[in-house]
């Protein structure tokens, strides 16, 4: 089984084969061609690591001097502000709530995606009449503008004339418009519900179309030798199809992870984060913070860039051994 | 593409004006002498609907299209947004330093605050200038000079639906709260999704709702010094009663969450029996065409114990920048802009009301704005402290929570401390 995976990437090996043994072969090298060696291949890497250093690694410095100034809501640097803006912000009432709705929006949202999307891909790697067309379909929440998404899902709830609500209506379960029932965003709760499903929605495809590409790599042999064996349907998805849809389940919940933690127009178009900020997660209240004071927002930033960085360190750490696999 | 069409259309403007300058030198003698073209942003709040023909792009388009043809050298490039996010767009502009030249629809002093806001007598002749109202000319003040120079103005009054009080048996606009609950219970109870009082407490504008309660209990933002009495003992009474409505059921559901304009329109669409308005609410229930002239009236807003005799007066200013040093041109197109014909217009576009003395004695015996112009004078008017324009982003997004489910003196005082200490 390790065998079959592993072949694939085993070709390409070779070309760089001869120049290790080259250096084995040679004699012990100078201190000073040792070191040209190890900066031998920095002319290749330079235009990456320019990229990096200038948008990633300056921008994260920009950040963290922002949020040491004090900025206030015109722009203005009215000069340098120590910790201040971090102790405000830790001092901050709304900060405790922020942080724990934000996990809670994170965790149900990959974990309802991904349940979602194992069944998807799994159905759409069989074969059925209209599959095609099935696969094109599911692209359209991933093609739309999640924006958009999010304006039709706040018109389709309008506590007044919303299609949902007046589905509900016909149907019994809301009794008046206008009343609190029907007022689904105006509830925080519901509210948070309601944007949890359309973030589900809008990230169903990617994911789906992610483990489909896994599952349609597992080689279909692998199949065979385990009907021979006489294993089950469950028992293959839980000996074979799963163990290989590993790492693809992995990148998929990886980049996930990071784009829901930093998921903003939902909720900005659906609630703006309110009332009262009882549906902002932190990088919404980060944007409701700007309109203030820049430093304060500033701080959060790097709160949750260290959010952000430890999340996937973490989740690397766990799974270590399964992407080496891969 | 863009660059390049920028690029010929500044050319083709640049050809344009040299050759009237050749031919017609005598049309604008006093246009500035240094000869360069100059380009003004004007950074404005949008009163209509973007992408309609009421919108205000096309009021100011009109006004710097004239104000070109006269002064050539001078190209006023008008951005307008809606109310809603006009606050938003305008802080992303200033952090990215894209300083607009004029800037309609945000208070005066935090610009005055760090210095880059011209004196209203440095941008205004003087006959213009002491044409303004006093009571919204002093809105524009910082530490006694003025900066702001009110440019509309408007009142609140109650607007009540006279067939819905029909329906409920109601004979006469609320003039206690009291009345007002016991109205606003008879008319949601008439069923067909009927809202008895619409509470706009969402972000577009809770500063107001909220300021028109506190009035009636005799509170308000700031005491007669301008400190800021936000958890006043006044204000938090007021806060109470509206959550009596709101637990009642005699409002909207969730009134943290629903703006203005949507109430607005569900007044004139008939649904609504009482809401709080600005004379801008007749342009909308004359749109939806559900609502006759008989159909509906103002009142003044009831209070606590009696009618407020003070109701908010809403003034909204223009400040000039000086961060590109454009005085000369400013100046002339703020005369040009200030014409009786063009304040008129506005007032007649959107129902709103004049700035200047001379346009608001003009109206003052109308059947429908006379009375929101005769309560200009003893109108109460927002702080103008110079952090009242974060403090009031802050209400916006904090002050509904009053209202839903947390102890009004908590959120109030959390806006106190934010006000006290965002100085």
Known sequence: MQETVDTPQAAPAPAAEPNRRAGAAAFRPSLARRARRALAPLPWLAPALALIAFVVLWPVWEMFQTSRQHINSYG???????????????????????????????????????LISLGLAQLLNRGFPGRKLVRWALIAPWAASVMMTAIVFRWMLDPNNGVVNVFLHQIGVVHDYNGSQASWLGDPTAALWWMIAVAVFVSVPFTTYALLAGLTSIPADVYEAARMDGAGKWRTYRAITFPLLRPALLVAVLINLMNVFNSFPIIWTMTGGGPDYQTSTSTVYMYALKQFNIGESGALSVVNFGVVILIVLVFLRANRSALKEG | MKRRLAAAATLGLSAALALSACSSSSTSGSSSSGGGSVTLHFFGADYGTAGTSNTTQTYWQNIATAFHKQYPNITVDVQTIDWNDFPTKLHTLLQSKNYPDIIEGDAPQSYAQEGIAYKASDVLSESTLANLIPTFAKQGDYQGTEYGIPFTTSTRALYYNKKLFAQ?????????????QADAAKISKLGNSTIGYGMPLGTEEAQAESYMWMLGAGGGYVNGGGAYTINSAANVTAFNFMNTLVKAGDTEANPGTVNR????????????????????????????????SSD????????????????????????????????????????????????????????????????????????????????????????TNANWSDVSTKIKQTIGA????????????QIQTFALSNQ
Do not use: C
């Open chain 2, 168 to 180: 409920a048996g109601i004979s006469a606009a609320p003039t206690t709260w009291a009345e007002l």
């Open chain 2, 296 to 383: 509906w009236a103002t009142a003044p807003f009831p209070g606590e114990n009696g009618t407020v005799t003070n109701p908010l007066g809403v003034d909204d200013q223009i400040v000039a920048l000086n961060v590109h040093n454009q005085q000369s041109a400013i100046q002339q197109f703020l005369n040009f802009a200030y014409q009786d014909t063009y304040q008129a217009q506005f007032d007649k576009e959107y129902d709103l009301l004049p700035a200047t003395t001379s346009a608001a004695t003009a109206e003052e015996n109308d059947p429908i704005f006379g009375p929101f112009v005769k309560a200009i004078p003893t109108s109460s008017a927002y702080p």
């Open chain 2, 402 to 413: 009053a209202v839903d489910g947390t102890a009004p003196a908590t959120v109030l005082g």
């Open chain 1, 76 to 114: 203005f640097n009215l000069g340098d502000y120590g910790w201040k803006n971090y102790s405000t912000l830790f001092a901050d009432p709304n900060l405790g709530s922020v942080m724990v709705r934000t996990v809670l929006w994170v965790f149900a949202i990959v974990a309802i995606t991904v």
């Open chain 2, 261 to 292: 304009a949507t109430l607005w329109s569900d007044f004139a669409a008939g649904s609504v029996g009482m809401v709080g308005g600005s004379p801008a609410v007749v342009p909308i229930i004359q749109a939806a065409g559900k609502l006759t």
